[in-house]
């Protein structure tokens, strides 16, 4: 846990942060002499509203991994800070699912719940995402911790796994089955090949990632879930596509009659293509809001334009900027970018998975 | 230029890294005493055949941006140092691409022409490999430079240019045609769609880097031109793909009869599979050595784990090594690296661009 002074420390420049940024808050002299005697007084501090909006908000412009950026500003920050115990944190993340859905038209939101106080840290989340299917080989974890729990299923494809909510008080974590209503589904078909639901495949709406934690001006928030809108990459050249994921592939490859005797025929890269085509097709036929690779690369460099008129520099990790797939033919392949800072906050952190 | 502290730390580094990987040539004390007397007198040494070879094959495995590194040790090195003049230069260039595209069957060859000298720099070869196209928009300048020159040409497409080789006195350049018989090219047609053919797209078949110096130990090569044999998507994915060389995708999807109003149907993500199928069945019905890059990938991963078994670390610049098609579907995507240190020596090290 980190020391008063590095509290201290990190609270000044967040609110020197947040007054430069926002003229309107006026001198910071003030809410530094302010939040110096609550840090001296209980080793921590609370953000006003609005700066835990804004603080949320330069998280996500802060992610060097994020193509998504442009509408950093955006963010609907839900205050939640007020609400600690896993059954209340379970229903506001249900809720979160429902807002962010808003029946397609998907809004990036937060949700950002009670954060560690010195020697009494907060509830979390346990799993990358608030949704996920049990058969992704990536959940094996959760699907092992739930059943423990007492959750039985995980028998069928793409079973939504209970939410995993672990108390701060370190008692056994709690289980939660999603409502129905909270988790929108697109089952996947081809826009030429009738044959293509066959395959079963389908994926969730809302990617809301609930494996980091929200770290503003020394305060860290690990119950802090986030979501955007999809990249079709995501799910049509990783999730599904990915050997160590559901690695399907040979099967799409087999639906079009693709040559897999050798990999010079290009069959997965065709693959790759029909399968991704599929994703965007399915998505847009439901209503759900889905960005293509290419048209999230044009907004990225929009972005970083943009803030460099603000002189604001623009952290960038390429390896995971550059999309999954025909990286050469989106735009922001074809330059280097300010190197990403591990040190700067407002950030998301990997917490260690569970 | 380097000082002769610099020359004779870099040179005695060497000689220790050439004995110690190379039991059989003994104690390197004899031979350090031999350069050590050769820099004192004259500012520099002679590399032994042996040591220019093991240098040259070494620079190519310190290439963190080169996937191709697998057969590093097979590496053909044409010693040269004894020509300098332009003539033979330009002379041994040509003979170089004939000994590396043995009728279709690429060999790797490097040659290696005089070395820089204290107050006496070498000849160089202007242009960024020693085939290129004139309209190709990468080759602008010497398209100029040539045509200054007196070179009557360019008005075809996919002529090839001539060689042009800058004397190291700092006279004007000369230029070279490069005969028929050293170029072998492939035109490119498609397995399945016989309308291909007429887009009259074609390539060369032995890619050989010109603008980089080779530096060994204290000595800097700067004409010392390289080839292995192509991976298609550098032919498919970049030269005839990207917007800013020869830009095809939007021939090639009308030609396929594709949807290019909009990113979304993936027209572009289609037509680079199109292209690069033509290049990979263009070559191999060309009897031309290519490799795709999910073949190359494995490799990689076979250098690095042999590399491993060495004791030696493989430093290795991703966004270069990842292929610009579908990334995510290659092996080398899937971890990280060593990561590049731009000190390394032997290595190739690029000249300012001419
Ligand atoms: C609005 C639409 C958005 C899009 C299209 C988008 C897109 C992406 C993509 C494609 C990745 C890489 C994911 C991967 O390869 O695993 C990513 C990573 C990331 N995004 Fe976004 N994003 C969006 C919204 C957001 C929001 C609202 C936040 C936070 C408030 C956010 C924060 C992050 C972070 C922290 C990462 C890195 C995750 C990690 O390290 O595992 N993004 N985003
Ligand atoms: C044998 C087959 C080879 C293959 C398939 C191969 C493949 C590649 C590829 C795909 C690149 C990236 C090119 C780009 O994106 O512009 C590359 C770069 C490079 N390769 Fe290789 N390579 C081979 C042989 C060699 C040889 C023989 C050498 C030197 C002796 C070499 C040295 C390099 C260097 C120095 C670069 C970086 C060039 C730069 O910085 O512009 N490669 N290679």
Not at 11 to 18: E, I, N, T, W
Not at 36 to 61: D, K
Not at 242 to 250: E, F, G
Not at 321 to 334: M, R
Request: with cysteine; charged share 25%; hydrophobic share 40%.
């Amino acid at each position: 846990a980190p020391g008063r002074d590095d509290v201290l420390d990190a609270a000044v420049d967040f609110v020197r942060q947040f007054t430069a940024e926002n003229p309107r808050a006026g001198d910071p002299a003030h809410r530094i002499a302010e939040v110096t005697a609550e840090i001296e007084r209980y080793g921590t501090y609370e953000h006003t509203p609005a700066e835990l909006t804004f603080g949320a908000r330069v998280a996500w412009r802060n992610a060097a991994r994020c193509i998504g950026r442009l509408y950093w500003n955006n963010l609907i920050v839900r205050d939640l800070r007020h609400v600690e115990d896993p059954d209340g944190i379970a229903e506001e993340c249900f809720e979160h699912l429902r807002v962010a859905t808003n029946g397609g038209r998907i809004r990036p939101v937060i949700s950002v719940f009670a954060p560690n106080r010195p020697g009494r840290p907060a509830a979390t989340l346990l799993g990358e995402q608030l949704v996920r299917y049990a058969d992704d080989p990536r959940s094996a974890q959760r699907v092992a911790l739930a059943q423990e729990l007492g959750w039985k299923g995980g028998e069928t494809p793409f079973e939504v796994l209970p939410l995993l909510v672990q108390p701060g008080s370190g008692r056994a974590p709690e289980f939660y089955e999603i409502p129905e209503d909270a988790v929108l589904e697109v089952p996947l078909e081809h826009p030429r090949h009738p044959g293509f639901a066959a395959l079963g495949l389908r994926w969730y709406a809302v990617p809301a990632v609930s494996d980091m934690s929200l770290e503003i001006g020394g305060v860290t928030y690990p119950a802090a879930p986030f979501n955007g809108w999809y990249m079709g990459t995501e799910i049509g050249s990783r999730n599904l596509a990915d050997a160590d994921r559901y690695d399907r592939l040979p099967a799409v490859a087999e639906l079009f009659g693709l040559d897999t005797a050798n990999d010079r025929t290009l069959w997965r890269d065709r693959a790759l293509v029909e399968l991704n085509l599929a994703v965007l097709h399915s998505y847009e036929q439901a209503g759900v809001t889905m960005a293509d690779h290419h048209t999230e690369s044009t907004r990225f460099l929009a972005h970083v334009e943009r803030e460099g008129r603000h002189g604001r520099p623009v952290p960038t990790d390429w390896s995971w900027i550059v999309p999954p797939l025909s990286g050469s033919a989106t735009a922001v392949f074809h330059r280097y970018y300010d190197p990403p800072d591990p040190d700067q906050r407002p950030a998301f952190v990997h917490r260690a998975p569970a």
